[in-house]
């Protein structure tokens, strides 16, 4: 059984969409654990004049679902609290102290707060400097915030968003969300990598060709027109997600398996991760817009055409790009990325590509390949190997085989979610699965030296709905005498 956390954790935004789909269940989960039993409080804030006992439906609602008992949820919910909450009133925050302290006493949660921004970006700077100056930080207990992304909009405004959060935190006290680190395929990596010795030994540039990062989702851009038309898949989706799966999948071994040796290894990759000038980052990078096409049957919608989009927009879906990393380890190996919306099937995969035998036994023309490893990350959870084998038969063509393992859909299904095992890391102090400063200032420059040389292009490329992106993408690598090794074919949906 779990030890017990003790904590009471103010929700700014408990209204909204993320709490409901992500933060009830997600708490809920470790309810049932145990990790959350009987000295926890939740206070819920948001502009909405909600009750208590509506607020208790809203959690009950939210953590519902066929292998929920009722009475369990209903216990849980028990434990929240609501406020109507203007973010910038100073009274408010009196008030939220007051009740933090009157359940602090009745949970016995030993002054022990968390702080969780839910909510629109613009305001955590105003959140954090009234939690400063009203005194709801307690000297007691610890005290931990919890940042959703987007983390700024370029180097800049991340700088100035973490200067006003730092004049009221410590940074060992920030807890910087990126939800990809809280995924189990992604938390595997290090055991993948660091305790096997068949691929330990060989995962740097004396045996690696190249790395490929793909992060596809079929989805257009949805309901997000709003927030999505500012940020783009470059800052969506590269910033944060690729470049965390890029320094899991290229950093040293840390000394050892702690929050700050495993800091200093991804250090070392950000490190090195140089931004481009005007002309290379045209040149090594791609983006594109999805249009109209026909999938399925259904006229589907171009980017341009979604609702809340501009007609002219200059937002990007879509990115690939070629990154070389500035690290002996790694010298010479590129490391492809891309990712997008309205591609051919959702998938996050990243494949590691071996170089072929210096001296092969057998001709390439009888269908040797180089070796590969896939792992896969979402929708399934697994890895495969393909290897080359000879074929069945009287001669000896080669042909590639593939050894392949994904983990029990229902076995992956039970297993915590992201936001779970995030927070229950929050719970324990442990910044070991959370983005840094240091991570983030280094993504942001790379990223503003890409952004600015887009800038500087008038015309948005296309792709079509349902397909893996424009041309240019594969030109990428073709121009390198390389190829993406995923290249799906569209799947008819049944009716």
């Known amino acids: 059984m779990p030890e017990e956390s003790r904590a009471v954790i103010i929700i700014f935004g408990g209204s909204g969409d993320l709490a409901s789909r992500k933060l009830y269940p997600a708490l809920f989960n470790l309810y049932r654990r145990g990790v959350l039993a009987e000295h926890f409080a939740v206070i819920g804030t948001a502009r909405r004049p909600w009750t208590d006992d509506h607020y208790h439906e809203v959690v009950e609602n939210a953590v519902a679902g066929d292998d929920v008992d009722r009475d369990q949820a209903k216990a849980f919910a028990q434990h929240f609290f609501y406020q109507s909450h203007d973010?910038?009133?100073?009274?408010?925050?009196?008030?939220?102290?007051?009740?933090?302290?009157?359940?602090?006493?009745?949970?016995?949660?030993?002054?022990?707060?968390?702080?969780?921004?839910?909510?629109?970006?613009?305001?955590?700077?105003?959140?954090?400097?009234?939690?400063?100056?009203?005194?709801?930080?307690?000297?007691?207990?610890?005290?931990?915030?919890?940042?959703?992304?987007?983390f700024g909009h370029d180097y800049a405004s991340a700088k100035e968003l973490n200067d006003s959060l730092t004049a009221t935190f410590d940074d060992d006290?920030?807890?910087?969300?990126?939800?990809?680190l809280g995924?189990?395929?992604?938390?595997?990596?290090?055991?993948?990598?660091?305790?096997?010795?068949?691929?330990?030994?060989?995962?740097?540039?004396?045996?690696?060709?190249?790395?490929?990062?793909?992060?596809?989702?079929?989805?257009?851009?949805?309901?997000?027109?709003?927030?999505?038309?500012?940020?783009?898949?470059l800052r969506d989706m590269v910033q944060n997600h690729v470049m965390q799966v890029l320094s899991y999948l290229t950093m040293p071994k840390p000394k050892t398996f702690t929050a700050n040796d495993i800091l200093t290894a991804k250090d070392q990759v950000f490190a090195a991760l140089k931004p481009?000038?005007?002309?290379?980052?045209?040149?090594?990078?791609?983006?594109?817009?999805?249009?109209?096409?026909?999938?399925?049957?259904?006229?589907?919608?171009?980017?341009?055409?979604?609702?809340?989009?501009?007609?002219?927009?200059?937002t990007a879906t879509f990115v690939a790009g070629k990154i070389?990393?500035?690290?002996?380890?790694?010298?010479?190996?590129?490391?492809?990325?891309?990712?997008?919306?309205?591609?051919?099937?959702?998938?996050?995969?990243?494949?590691?590509?071996?170089?072929?035998?210096?001296?092969?036994?057998f001709n390439?023309?009888?269908?040797?390949?180089?070796?590969?490893?896939?792992?896969?990350?979402?929708?399934s959870e697994g890895y495969s190997l393909q290897l080359n084998g000879k074929a069945l038969?009287?001669?000896?063509?080669?042909?590639?085989?593939?050894?392949?393992?994904?983990?029990?859909p229902e076995a992956a299904a039970a297993a915590p979610e992201a936001y779970e095992r995030l927070i229950n890391n929050v719970l324990e102090g442990d910044q070991t699965n959370f983005t840094h400063w240091s991570e983030l200032s280094a993504s942001w420059r790379f990223i503003d030296a890409i952004q600015a040389a887009w800038s500087q292009e008038t015309e948005m490329p296309t792709y079509p709905a349902a397909t893996m992106g424009p041309q240019a993408a594969f030109d990428l690598l073709a121009r390198d005498g390389r190829q993406w090794f995923w290249q799906p074919r569209r799947i008819k949906l049944a009716d």
Do not use: C
């Not at 007051?98 to 002054?111: E, H, I, P, R, S």
């Not at 006290?173 to 990809?180: A, K, L, M, S």
């Not at 290090?190 to 096997?196: E, K």
């Open 87 to 150: 973010v910038t009133d100073a009274d408010h925050y009196i008030t939220l102290k007051n009740l933090a302290a009157k359940l602090d006493d009745q949970y016995v949660t030993g002054g022990n707060r968390i702080f969780y921004m839910a909510m629109a970006p613009d305001f955590f700077e105003t959140i954090a400097s009234h939690l400063k100056s009203e005194h709801l930080l307690t000297e007691r207990g610890f005290n931990r915030l919890i940042i959703e992304k987007p």
């Open 173 to 180: 006290q920030i807890f910087r969300i990126d939800h990809y």
């Open 183 to 233: 995924k189990e395929m992604i938390q595997n990596l290090l055991a993948f990598r660091f305790d096997n010795a068949i691929f330990e030994g060989v995962w740097n540039k004396d045996y690696i060709d190249n790395i490929q990062i793909t992060l596809s989702e079929a989805v257009g851009v949805e309901e997000r027109a709003g927030y999505y038309e500012k940020a783009g898949a």
């Open 276 to 314: 481009y000038d005007l002309a290379t980052a045209k040149e090594n990078f791609v983006r594109a817009q999805y249009a109209s096409a026909e999938v399925d049957g259904d006229q589907v919608l171009g980017y341009r055409q979604e609702e809340g989009v501009a007609a002219d927009s200059q």
């Open 324 to 361: 070389m990393l500035d690290m002996p380890q790694w010298e010479g190996v590129p490391v492809y990325i891309r990712t997008g919306k309205r591609l051919t099937r959702k998938s996050t995969q990243l494949t590691l590509t071996f170089e072929p035998v210096t001296s092969p036994l």
């Open 364 to 379: 390439r023309e009888t269908g040797s390949q180089p070796d590969s490893l896939t792992i896969y990350i979402e929708p």
């Open 393 to 408: 038969g009287t001669g000896f063509n080669i042909e590639p085989d593939e050894l392949r393992y994904r983990h029990d």
